[in-house]
């Protein structure tokens, strides 16, 4: 089964997914698409420490509780941030990241 | 062992009431805060009556032994050095309580009176609780500490109650006043606490003023200034008590101390606060006068000279309450002298149970003259003595009282300053010729200033009043019950329950100078009925003829003066002037250069903050690569 | 190379397609459901490493949850048919070298190591055994950052809350 594929592949994936999430999130003017991009990096993230516990510390758990922690924890980013988009779009129009200049500077 | 476990409740109720009306200031009614009040201090007034009665007349043994009501460890500094708050019972503690109580209690009552329809009628009793639960406290401090904090509190409510006519410029600047001049003088009071404690390594008055402890039994510390360290450290605790207690030079604030509400005038700054400088002498007196017998001569020439001094001021002043606040200044020299000459143990600790005696019947007497004057001011709405004359008809219950009072101040028998102020002239007469033939003297002004005041405001010049009218019930009944107190306080025994070691003694009469102190008090009642019984002229040409000498009492010896020329013109111009240079110029200077630097920089600067996520990412994404390739490259495995 | 491979590998490829059409799709609904398959795929790979309550909780937290609000607030925010914005091309060129360049570290970095797997099976994953070490405070237990999560979504959820609420109109 997953012994048979080397752990470098399954981190050549993560490591791809990581940066296709990291690219998504500096050419995306959309915040849900910024958002959706993060959830990608985010799993790149979940899949190494599922992997590496699985490899090479079968014996513990620890990544395998750290991603049920992350997942947790972008649970919650996401309600809160999209929380925040709902808010912006009703008073903006738009939830596009260069329109939201009310605060800056 | 006897109890004295309830006497805690002296102080928990006043402080309670405190409590309770200043927190829900505003949502009581006026009335009920005053109800609150005055049935605090009511109970604990039963209850200071309760533990005298205990202390006095139900102790079973010989002598008094100072007794721990209570005590718990506050903050522990050292193994030895602990700091408790606890309650102590000894013969003056349960005297002052016994006077304090009362007093407050009258005072309460009459304030009812007295500040009806006042705006700040709730403020008022909110803080004369505050007031009575400081004083009750410092009373019974077991500690230097303990007492040290109360009378920082005393200070504190005498400040607010002097301003409570905050509207009024001259009693803010009265308050502010009276506050800085005690609070620099307890500066002195502290640093002799420190000294103190550094050489015993305790707080605690039963340790200090044991006869067999090492402060006493043993010479400790240097010499400075051909006086002994522990001579120095008790005399900047009298520092500490001469300020509280108007001694000059640190009277100046007392007279002004009298823009605040007359009753304030009567509880605060005539029998309970100003003598605590009193108390804390006596309080260490076993120290001051085994141990430090230099600070104790100190003690007596500053009371004596204070006391001639603050009597011919009173002889000029026109406005009714500085002559009684100057009379009160006299009569705390008074009491300072007779500790002053003082001996320890049997017969020649008379000057000390002298002095606490007359602390004791003064605190009736004079009480009485301010609530009276209170009175007065309440029916005539002027302090000054030429908007007064023939107010005997119009207010007969303040007339007899206030005569009651005047009787007793100068000395005449039976009323109580007789018996007190007797005890005092033979204690100076059995030490010092000098400090008593100053008494003496200081005993015939005083009887010509309160003549010279009572005359002129019920006698004198016939005028008519619009409107006058007696004071209300609620200001007279205090006022025959001092009254009452005034004229029989002195048959106490008090040889037999105050005294310097707790033993009881005998005193005798002194008869010679009994009749020569009774013959200059005629003497100068005598001067005063000619001068001042009727109207005439003959006093302002006395005054003529004196002259200078008139001016400047007038001008009470231009003390205030030679203050404001000190602190404005040496201190201000001087010192502050050129540390405010300094500070505007060099530390300010430094300061504004740092900002000014960080707000030009943060101009410069400000455009990295975009706002644009995508360049914050971009950028956060290349510094993270760059940190990564530094650590490949220069942390190689 | 066994059939699991085979099927891996074309898994993988898959879940990197869709990973980057979902980051470069115009449509964001189709985004959003590309997202969705990567998610699957991350799911079955957890299936086939033995955690099957993790597969689980990515399946109901991330698909069902997650995905679903998303979808949700695409809804509300943005008209059918809506094409997106792109951003400046340079963008685009810095966005992709950075990008390309730190794939390349972080490819090197994991080629140029040798990793040493430990051929043991893992102990058992089962809910009892999960629920017993994420409450022990013994060693490896978690119950600490199991307190700190809790108190965060429930943070979260109030913030959420607070801040999409409609503010009330003053009264004018």
């Known amino acids: 089964m997953i012994e048979d594929i080397p752990l470098s592949h399954i981190l050549i994936v993560s490591t791809l997914i990581f940066f296709i999430g990291v690219y998504g999130f500096m050419t995306r003017k959309n915040m849900i698409s910024m958002l959706i991009s993060v959830e990608l990096v985010l799993n790149a993230v979940n899949i190494n420490f599922v992997a590496i516990n699985r490899y090479l510390y079968p014996e513990r758990l620890e990544g395998h509780f750290f991603t049920l922690f992350v997942i947790g924890i972008a649970a919650a980013e996401a309600a809160v941030a999209i929380a925040i988009f709902i808010n912006l779009y009703r008073n903006i129009r738009s939830i596009d990241v260069d329109e939201v200049t009310e605060m800056k500077y | 062992m006897e109890n004295y476990q309830y006497t805690i409740w002296i102080l928990i109720l006043p402080f309670a009431a405190f409590l309770f009306t200043g927190i829900l200031s505003g949502k009581l009614k006026p009335s009920l805060t005053a109800t609150i009040s005055i049935g605090a201090i009511g109970i604990a007034t039963a209850l200071s009556y309760l533990a005298a009665i205990q202390y006095f007349f139900l102790n079973a043994s010989e002598s008094y032994t100072a007794v721990e009501a209570a005590s718990f460890t506050w903050y522990r500094l050292s193994d030895t050095l602990v700091i408790d708050m606890g309650i102590l019972i000894d013969p003056i503690s349960v005297m002052m309580l016994v006077v304090i109580s009362t007093v407050s209690f009258m005072v309460h009552i009459y304030s009812t009176g007295y500040m009806k329809g006042d705006d700040g009628y709730a403020r008022y009793f909110t803080f004369l609780s505050l007031f009575s639960f400081a004083m009750l406290g410092l009373v019974l401090a077991t500690n230097l500490i303990q007492i040290y904090v109360f009378w920082e509190l005393v200070g504190l409510s005498s400040y607010l109650l002097i301003g409570h006519y905050y509207q009024k410029p001259s009693a803010v600047a009265a308050a502010k006043k009276a506050f800085i001049v005690t609070r620099f003088a307890d500066l002195g009071f502290l640093i002799g606490i420190l000294m103190l404690s550094y050489y015993t390594g305790t707080f605690s008055f039963s340790d200090i003023t044991n006869p067999d402890g090492p402060l006493i039994t043993q010479t400790i510390g240097g010499t400075f200034l051909g006086l002994s360290t522990l001579t120095w450290a008790m005399i900047l605790v009298f520092m500490g008590g001469a300020g509280k207690s108007a001694m000059f030079p640190f009277h100046i604030w007392l007279p002004d101390a009298m823009e605040g509400p007359t009753p304030i005038s009567a509880l605060i700054h005539a029998a309970t606060m100003v003598v605590a400088g009193v108390y804390l002498v006596a309080r260490m007196f076993t120290v001051y006068s085994l141990a430090a017998p230099e600070a104790l001569e100190v003690i007596a020439f500053i009371g004596a000279f204070t006391s001639l001094f603050a009597a011919l001021i009173a002889i000029t002043q026109t406005d009714i309450k500085k002559i009684l606040a100057y009379s009160t200044i006299s009569q705390i020299g008074y009491m300072m002298m007779a500790l002053g000459v003082s001996g320890y143990s049997g017969e020649a600790g008379l000057g000390f149970t002298a002095s606490m005696f007359h602390l004791f019947t003064h605190a009736f007497f004079k009480a009485l003259l301010f609530l009276g004057a209170g009175s007065i001011i309440h029916a005539v709405h002027s302090n000054e003595m030429k908007d007064m004359g023939g107010l005997r008809k119009h207010l007969p219950a303040t007339h007899i009282t206030f005569l009651i009072a005047t009787l007793a101040i100068s000395g005449i028998p039976p009323f109580s300053g007789f018996f007190s102020k007797d005890e005092i002239l033979a204690a100076a007469y059995a030490s010092n010729k000098l400090y008593f033939a100053v008494e003496y003297l200081v005993a015939g002004l005083t009887a010509f200033y309160m003549f010279r005041l009572y005359f002129n405001v019920f006698w004198g010049k016939k005028r008519t009043y619009e409107n006058i009218h007696e004071s209300p019930a609620s200001m007279t009944i205090p006022l025959w019950i001092l009254a009452f107190g005034a004229a029989f306080a002195g048959f106490l025994p008090f040889s037999h329950l105050v005294t310097t070691d707790g033993i009881p003694f005998d005193t005798h009469f002194h008869l010679t100078i009994a009749i020569a102190s009774v013959a200059i008090a005629l003497t100068g009642i005598f001067i005063a009925a000619a001068l001042y019984r009727k109207e005439s002229t003959r006093s302002q040409k006395i005054a003529a003829t004196l002259g200078v000498f008139y001016t400047v009492t007038k001008e009470k010896f231009y003390v205030d003066e030679i203050y404001l020329f000190i602190t404005k013109k040496i201190i201000f111009n001087l010192i502050s002037k050129s540390i405010a240079w300094f500070d505007r110029h060099i530390v300010d200077g430094f300061m504004n250069l740092t900002g000014n630097t960080t707000v030009a920089a943060s101009f410069r600067i400000r455009k990295f903050q975009s706002g644009n996520i995508h360049q914050y990412a971009l950028v956060f994404l290349t510094g993270v690569l760059i940190a990564t390739l530094v650590y490949l490259y220069y942390y190689p495995k | ?172």
């Open chain 3, 1 to 172: 190379m066994s059939a699991f491979a085979i099927t891996f590998y074309m898994g993988s490829a898959l879940m990197l397609i869709f990973a980057i059409m979902s980051v470069t799709s115009r449509k964001l609904l189709r985004a959003a459901i590309y997202l969705l398959f990567v998610l699957i795929g991350v799911a079955v790979f957890y299936l086939v490493s033995d955690y099957m309550f993790l597969a689980a909780v990515q399946i109901v937290v991330y698909m069902g949850g997650i995905v679903v609000l998303i979808i949700f607030s695409i809804l509300l925010t943005s008209h059918l048919g809506e094409k997106l914005q792109v951003v400046k091309p340079v963008t685009f060129v810095i966005a992709a070298l950075v990008s390309l360049i730190g794939a390349g570290i972080a490819l090197s970095v994991i080629s140029a190591h040798t990793f040493n797997p430990v051929a043991a099976d893992g102990p058992e994953t089962t809910v009892a055994v999960i629920g017993t070490q994420l409450l022990s405070y013994g060693k490896y237990g978690y119950v600490l950052p199991f307190e700190v999560i809790s108190i965060l979504l429930l943070a979260a959820m109030v913030a959420a809350i607070a801040i999409a609420k409609r503010e009330k109109k003053p009264e004018s």
